[in-house]
Nanobody, 115 residues
Framework: QVQLVESGGGLVQPGGSLRLSCAAS????????LGWYRQAPDKQRELVAR???????YYLDSVKGRFTISRDNAKNTVYLQMNSLKPEDTAVYYC?????????WGQGTQVTVSS
């Protein structure tokens, strides 16, 4: 049973923008804080941003001012708006609960920032 499905990745030039979407099952969306994580080649997975049920947000220092996490309660969807993208943002991006559950890791969506 699929619980979280990421989409919206792609290839973008430095300075460009992408919006990632994570469609969640209602049972997850209505009960947990949710986060976006990323894993670059040969690096550990890291938390990029998270949002609580009440809408409080947290961001990794390197993305502050460039990324915005939001949640649409009507659609059970969490978004990550990414602006001013840099090559170092290249990674597979995943959504999961915060703290992450091993049961909810999905395929992720690839973001590649390159000219």
């Amino acid at each position: 049973q699929v619980q979280l499905v990421e989409s919206g990745g792609g290839l973008v030039q430095p300075g460009g923008s992408l919006r990632l979407s994570c469609a969640a099952s209602e049972s997850i969306f209505s009960r947990y804080s949710l986060g976006w994580y990323r894993q670059a080649p040969d690096k550990q997975r890291e938390l990029v941003a998270r949002i609580t049920l009440g809408g409080t947000t947290y961001y990794l220092d390197s993305v502050k001012g460039r990324f915005t996490i939001s949640r649409d309660n009507a659609k059970n969807t969490v978004y990550l708006q990414m602006n001013s993208l840099k090559p170092e943002d290249t990674a597979v991006y995943y959504c999961n609960t915060f703290l992450p559950s091993p049961n909810y890791w999905g395929q992720g969506t690839q973001v590649t920032v390159s000219s």
